[in-house]
């Protein structure tokens, strides 16, 4: 079964490293129920289809599905998702062997940076930028299905979030 093995920390804005041009990324979810998530996404010219499960006791492992689908198909079922389309730019960074995703959100979210490394196990070391803020792994309300839901109601994410 395909697993998806990931930490995610806070950050308190760009960090201190050459980002390179980003990705603009739209997404938007189908089910957001914690138990089967449905997320469609459009990156560029790009689009996919992913299902993730629960998140494990660990706060770092579980299931996902993902597979490629036209950017077209991708845009369609983007007007059929649940409210709060988020809106991010991601960049991709390569820092002592380890690739770092890192998202800049845009719209109500503006101002949230969250940066995430996978991981091959659980047991895999990873070396640990000194810039990462907070370790927010195991911490449900970051998920995007669950910050779908401050977009989707205006809600302003530092009163949500930063508690």
Excluded: C, H
């Excluded at 990873?126 to 401050?150: F, K």
């Amino acid at each position: 079964m395909p697993v998806e093995i990931e930490r995610k920390f806070l950050l308190s804005g760009p960090p201190p490293v050459e980002l390179g041009e980003g990705q603009l990324l739209q997404q938007g979810y189908l089910s957001d129920d914690p138990e089967r998530t449905v997320r469609v996404r459009l990156a560029g010219e790009q689009g996919s289809l992913t299902i993730k499960g629960i998140t494990q006791a660990d706060g770092l492992t579980r299931f996902e599905w993902e597979k490629e689908i036209l950017a077209d198909d991708a845009r369609e079922l983007l007007t059929l998702v649940l409210p709060g389309l988020i809106e991010k730019t991601r960049y991709r960074v390569s820092l002592e062997g380890s690739l770092w995703e890192i998202d800049s959100y845009r719209g109500t979210l503006e101002g949230l940076w969250v940066a995430e490394v996978e991981l091959a196990s659980n047991a895999e070391e990873v070396s640990l930028p000194t810039w990462l803020g907070r370790e927010v792994s195991g911490d449900s309300r970051y998920t995007n299905a669950a910050l779908r839901r401050i977009v989707a109601t205006s809600e302003d994410w530092r009163k949500a979030l930063l508690q």
